[in-house]
């Protein structure tokens, strides 16, 4: 007899066969599919789907080397060693997976073609994917043959999607390539796997034409509109899909040399048919651009108006002109190069359109003059280029329409020359620093002024970018920083905003002049501009600051509005705007008034993209905002931090440890034993790729910041996602290195990831404590999380200050008391004992104690404090203390308390912790007038046998709730 056992039905599992009175099972060695096929014949169960091993042996062995032809109807006609036989060397059971009736189906998934894709299986009525470990292109010949595909071109490792659901059904697939179906390979037994959906395995077949790359409707075959061919369909590419390693590896693909410039926008017109949305992720090693990995959207596009365009070098059609004859690098006779020669360009139809390209790309400014007549000599060599017509935006003068090897009827008494403006940039003078100031321009060797109405924000910004002066905050016109002595040049800029240079901006030369009292003039941010929220619940809510010229300002706007608050919350990775306030909500600022206008679409990535930025005095009152991502509504989770009376800013970089140019530190986290590992190189920060990222590395980690031994290796960017650089990817450190950077490693910078895959780390000195308590978030046993384990703290020679410092990191005051009523002593273990504090300390762990871990605790000796919480509360406006509108202090600052829920247990409460009596009457909508600030408290939800106002139940009064519905109570005690 045969049966199936340990599978979810009778169709699958491990094979035993029954002999002298037992079950036993079979060894898998020689363990295959005619073997499996003959044990679906024999059970009624189909064909056979797989024949997989199991990774240990579960029984007695009674059958060993199997050795069906697949037509046999019954095991025992097959071929094996005798009964009983025991040296399984394979040491492994035989499985079977039969297909019982199940539809067994497979599909590439989803790129426009059947013969190209993520690989999928249809089994048991629901498609999974296949995962990667082992796969290779033997694999991949089955599935193409499989599906009438041909030979296969690629087998991605990574086909990565952004939501996936569904089983994996299949896991290290090994074929030999001479199946005819994927059921025939080997693999491991179906659903059994140690795989997530970014390891899904995919496979582009190459039948006839079906999968090809052009680059469309450009000057050449190495410059166009990126485009993709499926099965005879064309797909145009979105200006998100790639970037430049994406971009170089398409150049090469189409040998074209190397990638000059990628073009977004739909330069190179639009396109037909459907949009690839995918995110193509090469590491710039691959010969195809499908041998890349994808990233899946789950979006459409239809619209054709942000094709993405490519200029390829073609080895050297692309390369950047040359002047020649002239006085310097700056003007001259423009030569371009095919090949190995240099020729000439043409004059007829040169103008100072074409020459302003030459001169920007070359980092020469701009276009003075363009003399005619072989202004700088006649050339010697061909005629290279003729009727060039630029716009006069451009970036290379290879994006330009042109005739090339244009040799009609034009000689070398017709070449092209061009002056350009020369390499000096813009300087700002007679400002309050070097980063404010009059806008002046070098032209040849004369510095001069530049006129107001030819200058924007976006130009300025450019200016400001130039002179690594951060961003501009202002634009001032009417000679604000004087007249200056030089001429009054009469450019035009018409920047972006996003160039680096201002010479990288196209410029209208020779407008209208104006007068000396119309002088330009340019207020930068003097370096980065930081923006905060001051006096709010959390980062992503409050007062809005600007950090300029080293000190942190306000902004005043009267018409401040939720387009301007969403700016802002994205700039600080914020979310959305829920509020916008332009009432002083958050308290008045004490800083300089640095911006008075602010006027934003809502759709710029940060403030000083914002149209109008204005700079001056103003009677308008401070502007505040809500983001969506606050996460402070119930102040109870935050109240700790509240009665400490102070902010909790986390540094980006903390404790960083060097060896010789390269640093290393955790992010993301206010511990630096805990957090997203970061590196510094070639003068960035950049993150680590979760690629093989596993214990051994997060070990190396731990062990080179002082922080113990690792206890995870976090992925999918657990601490957040970085910016910069993503330095190093598929790291593989052995756990016994002494610096990350002693792991074998491939190139810095090379790599295949986004920073949704950054790593992070779990250091056993990861330090965190809390009061365990049902009653208080102030009171109860005292617990450290440390060597990624709770435990708890003993109390013996635990003397005042020592508490203290525990109720100071709790954020619950500066004194408590010793306190046995918290119940139970905890299952954990006992990490500290006989701490001495001094009390300068800020942490617990920075007190004197025994070793960790070493204890001479009993029973009964387990640490639980009661903290003396204090909130600041007074009365004002009344006739006397104890009577008045309610208002407590947050922050440094005085606010007031909602009559929402304010009834008289909480007005008890309030004149109880005044010493004020018991109350006597609750006074709602501003009674005792309206109080000016911010609105702390919200829906206030005391018993009313509390003795301070902090015990009762506290949310942040973050709703509708204005100075109308201020709160007030009346005590029976006297001033």
């Given at each position: 007899?045969?049966?199936?056992?340990?599978?979810?039905?009778?169709?699958?599992?491990?094979?035993?066969?029954?002999?002298?009175?037992?079950?036993?099972?079979?060894?898998?060695?020689?363990?295959?599919?005619?073997?499996?096929?003959?044990?679906?014949?024999?059970?009624?169960?189909?064909?056979?789907?797989?024949?997989?091993?199991?990774?240990?042996?579960?029984?007695?062995?009674?059958?060993?080397?199997?050795?069906?032809?697949?037509?046999?109807?019954?095991?025992?006609?097959?071929?094996?060693?005798?009964?009983?036989?025991?040296?399984?060397?394979?040491?492994?059971?035989?499985?079977?997976?039969?297909?019982?009736?199940?539809?067994?189906?497979?599909?590439?998934?989803?790129?426009?073609?059947?013969?190209?894709?993520?690989?999928?299986?249809?089994?048991?009525?629901?498609?999974?994917?296949?995962?990667?470990?082992?796969?290779?292109?033997?694999?991949?010949?089955?599935?193409?043959?499989?599906?009438?595909?041909?030979?296969?071109?690629?087998?991605?490792?990574?086909?990565?999607?952004?939501?996936?659901?569904?089983?994996?059904?299949?896991?290290?697939?090994?074929?030999?390539?001479?199946?005819?179906?994927?059921?025939?390979?080997?693999?491991?037994?179906?659903?059994?796997?140690?795989?997530?959906?970014?390891?899904?395995?995919?496979?582009?077949?190459?039948?006839?034409?079906?999968?090809?790359?052009?680059?469309?409707?450009?000057?050449?075959?190495?410059?166009?509109?990126?485009?993709?061919?499926?099965?005879?369909?064309?797909?145009?590419?979105?200006?998100?899909?790639?970037?430049?390693?994406?971009?170089?590896?398409?150049?090469?693909?189409?040998?074209?040399?190397?990638?000059?410039?990628?073009?977004?926008?739909?330069?190179?017109?639009?396109?037909?048919?459907?949009?690839?949305?995918?995110?193509?992720?090469?590491?710039?090693?691959?010969?195809?651009?499908?041998?890349?990995?994808?990233?899946?959207?789950?979006?459409?596009?239809?619209?054709?108006?942000?094709?993405?365009?490519?200029?390829?070098?073609?080895?050297?059609?692309?390369?950047?002109?040359?002047?020649?004859?002239?006085?310097?690098?700056?003007?001259?006779?423009?030569?371009?190069?095919?090949?190995?020669?240099?020729?000439?360009?043409?004059?007829?139809?040169?103008?100072?359109?074409?020459?302003?390209?030459?001169?920007?790309?070359?980092?020469?400014?701009?276009?003075?003059?363009?003399?005619?007549?072989?202004?700088?000599?006649?050339?010697?060599?061909?005629?290279?280029?003729?009727?060039?017509?630029?716009?006069?935006?451009?970036?290379?003068?290879?994006?330009?329409?042109?005739?090339?090897?244009?040799?009609?009827?034009?000689?070398?008494?017709?070449?092209?020359?061009?002056?350009?403006?020369?390499?000096?940039?813009?300087?700002?003078?007679?400002?309050?620093?070097?980063?404010?100031?009059?806008?002046?321009?070098?032209?040849?060797?004369?510095?001069?002024?530049?006129?107001?109405?030819?200058?924007?924000?976006?130009?300025?910004?450019?200016?400001?970018?130039?002179?690594?002066?951060?961003?501009?905050?202002?634009?001032?016109?009417?000679?604000?920083?004087?007249?200056?002595?030089?001429?009054?040049?009469?450019?035009?800029?018409?920047?972006?905003?996003?160039?680096?240079?201002?010479?990288?901006?196209?410029?209208?030369?020779?407008?209208?002049?104006?007068?000396?009292?119309?002088?330009?003039?340019?207020?930068?941010?003097?370096?980065?501009?930081?923006?905060?929220?001051?006096?709010?619940?959390?980062?992503?809510?409050?007062?809005?600051?600007?950090?300029?010229?080293?000190?942190?300002?306000?902004?005043?706007?009267?018409?401040?509005?939720?387009?301007?608050?969403?700016?802002?919350?994205?700039?600080?990775?914020?979310?959305?705007?829920?509020?916008?306030?332009?009432?002083?909500?958050?308290?008045?600022?004490?800083?300089?008034?640095?911006?008075?206008?602010?006027?934003?679409?809502?759709?710029?990535?940060?403030?000083?993209?914002?149209?109008?930025?204005?700079?001056?005095?103003?009677?308008?009152?401070?502007?505040?905002?809500?983001?969506?991502?606050?996460?402070?509504?119930?102040?109870?989770?935050?109240?700790?931090?509240?009665?400490?009376?102070?902010?909790?800013?986390?540094?980006?970089?903390?404790?960083?440890?060097?060896?010789?140019?390269?640093?290393?530190?955790?992010?993301?986290?206010?511990?630096?034993?805990?957090?997203?590992?970061?590196?510094?190189?070639?003068?960035?920060?950049?993150?680590?790729?979760?690629?093989?990222?596993?214990?051994?590395?997060?070990?190396?980690?731990?062990?080179?910041?002082?922080?113990?031994?690792?206890?995870?290796?976090?992925?999918?960017?657990?601490?957040?996602?970085?910016?910069?650089?993503?330095?190093?990817?598929?790291?593989?450190?052995r756990g016994n290195e002494s610096l990350l950077w002693e792991c074998p490693l491939v190139e810095w910078g090379r790599h295949n990831c986004k920073h949704r895959e950054d790593s992070g780390v779990v250091c056993s000195e990861f330090k965190e404590l809390k009061l365990i308590s049902d009653q208080h978030d102030c009171a109860g046993r005292v617990e450290v999380f440390y060597n990624g384990t709770w435990g708890s703290v003993c109390s013996n020679n635990m003397r005042d200050v020592t508490i203290g410092v525990i109720c100071r990191q709790m954020g619950c005051g500066n004194t408590g008391t010793l306190d046995k009523q918290f119940g139970e002593e905890g299952s954990g273990p006992k990490w500290l004992d006989n701490i001495n504090c001094l009390g300068y300390e800020s942490v617990l762990w920075q007190c004197p104690s025994l070793p960790w871990g070493q204890n001479k605790c009993i029973e009964g000796e387990v640490a639980q404090i009661a903290c003396q919480e204090h909130l600041e509360v007074r009365l004002a406006g009344g006739d006397s203390k104890c009577s008045g509108r309610v208002e407590v202090q947050y922050n440094g600052s005085w606010g007031t308390v909602c009559d929402e829920s304010w009834d008289l247990n909480a007005a008890s409460v309030a004149c109880r912790?005044?010493?004020?009596?018991?109350?006597?009457?609750?006074?709602?909508?501003?009674?005792?007038?309206?109080?000016?600030?911010?609105?702390?408290?919200?829906?206030?939800?005391?018993?009313?046998?509390?003795?301070?106002?902090?015990?009762?139940?506290?949310?942040?009064?973050?709703?509708?709730?204005?100075?109308?519905?201020?709160?007030?109570?009346?005590?029976?005690?006297?001033?």
């Amino acid at each position: 007899q045969v049966r199936l056992v340990n599978g979810t039905g009778a169709c699958e599992g491990t094979v035993e066969v029954y002999s002298e009175g037992r079950w036993g099972t079979v060894c898998s060695n020689m363990w295959d599919i005619p073997d499996a096929e003959v044990i679906c014949k024999q059970l009624g169960c189909g064909s056979v789907v797989s024949a997989p091993h199991s990774s240990t042996q579960v029984g007695a062995f009674l059958l060993n080397n199997v050795r069906c032809h697949g037509n046999e109807s019954h095991l025992w006609q097959c071929e094996s060693d005798h009964w009983d036989r025991e040296d399984c060397t394979s040491e492994s059971d035989a499985l079977v997976v039969c297909s019982e009736g199940y539809k067994m189906e497979l599909r590439l998934w989803e790129i426009n073609s059947h013969c190209g894709g993520a690989v999928e299986v249809y089994y048991r009525g629901v498609w999974g994917s296949v995962c990667s470990q082992s796969w290779d292109l033997k694999d991949a010949a089955v599935v193409c043959k499989q599906l009438g595909c041909g030979e296969p071109e690629v087998a991605p490792l990574s086909f990565r999607y952004s939501h996936v659901g569904g089983p994996i059904w299949l896991n290290r697939v090994q074929c030999t390539g001479n199946e005819s179906s994927l059921w025939e390979c080997q693999t491991e037994v179906l659903g059994h796997h140690e795989c997530n959906h970014w390891m899904d395995a995919g496979v582009f077949c190459k039948v006839g034409n079906r999968l090809s790359l052009v680059l469309a409707n450009g000057s050449s075959p190495c410059a166009g509109r990126v485009e993709f061919i499926f099965e005879k369909v064309k797909e145009t590419a979105s200006d998100t899909t790639l970037d430049m390693h994406e971009a170089e590896i398409a150049c090469q693909q189409l040998h074209c040399g190397s990638s000059v410039s990628i073009k977004r926008k739909s330069y190179f017109g639009e396109g037909v048919g459907p949009v690839w949305n995918n995110i193509i992720n090469c590491s710039g090693s691959e010969a195809l651009i499908w041998q890349c990995n994808y990233t899946k959207r789950y979006s459409w596009i239809f619209n054709h108006s942000s094709d993405i365009g490519n200029f390829c070098s073609s080895k050297t059609e692309h390369r950047a002109p040359r002047l020649v004859g002239g006085a310097d690098a700056c003007s001259g006779r423009i030569e371009i190069q095919y090949g190995e020669t240099w020729g000439a360009v043409c004059d007829r139809n040169w103008d100072i359109h074409d020459a302003d390209v030459v001169c920007r790309q070359l980092k020469c400014g701009f276009a003075v003059s363009v003399p005619d007549g072989a202004a700088f000599g006649e050339g010697a060599g061909p005629i290279w280029g003729d009727r060039v017509d630029c716009r006069g935006n451009e970036s290379i003068m290879w994006e330009c329409p042109f005739t090339p090897q244009g040799l009609q009827n034009c000689t070398h008494e017709n070449d092209a020359a061009v002056i350009c403006s020369g390499h000096g940039g813009p300087r700002l003078m007679d400002g309050e620093s070097r980063c404010s100031g009059r806008v002046e321009i070098l032209h040849g060797n004369t510095w001069g002024s530049v006129c107001d109405q030819y200058l924007d924000l976006e130009d300025a910004n450019v200016i400001c970018e130039h002179l690594s002066c951060g961003v501009a905050v202002s634009t001032l016109r009417g000679a604000h920083f004087g007249k200056g002595e030089g001429p009054i040049w009469r450019d035009s800029f018409h920047c972006r905003g996003n160039e680096s240079r201002l010479w990288e901006c196209r410029t209208t030369w020779d407008q209208p002049s104006c007068t000396s009292n119309n002088t330009a003039g340019v207020i930068c941010s003097g370096g980065s501009w930081q923006l905060r929220l001051s006096n709010g619940g959390s980062r992503c809510d409050g007062r809005l600051e600007v950090f300029y010229n080293g000190t942190w300002g306000r902004v005043l706007d009267d018409s401040w509005d939720l387009n301007d608050a969403d700016v802002v919350c994205r700039q600080l990775d914020c979310g959305s705007a829920l509020q916008a306030y332009n009432s002083s909500q958050y308290g008045h600022g004490a800083g300089p008034v640095w911006l008075t206008g602010v006027e934003c679409l809502g759709n710029e990535s940060a403030l000083h993209h914002c149209n109008r930025l204005s700079m001056g005095q103003s009677d308008a009152s401070d502007v505040g905002l809500l983001c969506s991502e606050h996460k402070h509504r119930n102040l109870n989770s935050v109240k700790r931090k509240l009665l400490t009376n102070k902010n909790l800013q986390f540094p980006q970089f903390s404790d960083c440890r060097f060896s010789e140019h390269l640093k290393l530190c955790l992010v993301g986290h206010d511990s630096h034993c805990r957090g997203r590992v970061e590196v510094y190189y070639n003068g960035s920060w950049g993150t680590v790729c979760d690629d093989q990222w596993d214990l051994s590395d997060a070990e190396v980690v731990c062990k080179q910041l002082g922080c113990g031994h690792a206890i995870t290796a976090t992925m999918l960017a657990a601490f957040g996602e970085g910016r910069g650089p993503v330095w190093l990817d598929d790291m593989q450190c052995r756990g016994n290195e002494s610096l990350l950077w002693e792991c074998p490693l491939v190139e810095w910078g090379r790599h295949n990831c986004k920073h949704r895959e950054d790593s992070g780390v779990v250091c056993s000195e990861f330090k965190e404590l809390k009061l365990i308590s049902d009653q208080h978030d102030c009171a109860g046993r005292v617990e450290v999380f440390y060597n990624g384990t709770w435990g708890s703290v003993c109390s013996n020679n635990m003397r005042d200050v020592t508490i203290g410092v525990i109720c100071r990191q709790m954020g619950c005051g500066n004194t408590g008391t010793l306190d046995k009523q918290f119940g139970e002593e905890g299952s954990g273990p006992k990490w500290l004992d006989n701490i001495n504090c001094l009390g300068y300390e800020s942490v617990l762990w920075q007190c004197p104690s025994l070793p960790w871990g070493q204890n001479k605790c009993i029973e009964g000796e387990v640490a639980q404090i009661a903290c003396q919480e204090h909130l600041e509360v007074r009365l004002a406006g009344g006739d006397s203390k104890c009577s008045g509108r309610v208002e407590v202090q947050y922050n440094g600052s005085w606010g007031t308390v909602c009559d929402e829920s304010w009834d008289l247990n909480a007005a008890s409460v309030a004149c109880r912790q005044l010493d004020c009596g018991s109350a006597v009457a609750v006074v709602s909508d501003a009674g005792f007038g309206e109080g000016i600030g911010p609105v702390w408290l919200d829906e206030v939800q005391c018993r009313g046998s509390e003795s301070l106002l902090i015990h009762c139940d506290l949310f942040g009064g973050f709703r509708d709730c204005g100075h109308k519905e201020d709160s007030g109570v009346v005590c029976s005690g006297t001033s």
